[in-house]
């Protein structure tokens, strides 16, 4: 995938200051903070900051953390590295393309995967499926 590179001036005048904040200064959103939390709805997720396609609606599930997890990722997406500025180390994950923060990944999601990827809803935008019409 190619990388997308910006200026700091352009990522502040592509995103919103809640985006800004969290997918550049690797901020985190409050808990039960976004609507993409609470959808069910089939599509899939792609990264506010460039669009890439990064998450299935099936690939979600209800940690009940407050932010949208999913246990598993498209292919290649991400990029992880340690963090540790709070209390212990944890693994960050950022898009493969824009490098823009997401959030942690943690081992105690479900199987298959065992994994909880924990996203900051503002990281996200989510792409409904188009509803097809029935065959004639």
């Known amino acids: 995938m190619k990388k997308i590179i910006h200026t700091e001036d352009e990522w502040r005048q592509k995103l919103t200051p809640q985006q800004y904040r969290i997918l550049r200064k690797e ?69 493969s393309v824009c490098d823009s923060h997401h959030g942690h990944v943690f081992e105690d999601g479900p199987p298959p995967t065992n994994k909880r990827f924990c996203s900051n809803g503002e990281a996200l935008i989510f792409e409904a499926d188009e509803k097809k019409a029935p065959e004639a």
């Open 27 to 95: 901020g985190t959103e409050r808990a039960f903070s976004s609507p993409l939390h609470a959808i069910k709805d089939k599509g899939i997720y792609k990264c506010a900051g460039c669009g890439t396609p990064l998450f299935r609606s099936d690939m979600k599930f209800d940690s009940g953390t407050g932010w949208p997890s999913f246990f598993e990722t498209l292919p290649g997406v991400f990029a992880t590295k340690k963090d540790t500025k709070l209390f212990r180390s944890r693994i960050e994950y950022h898009c």
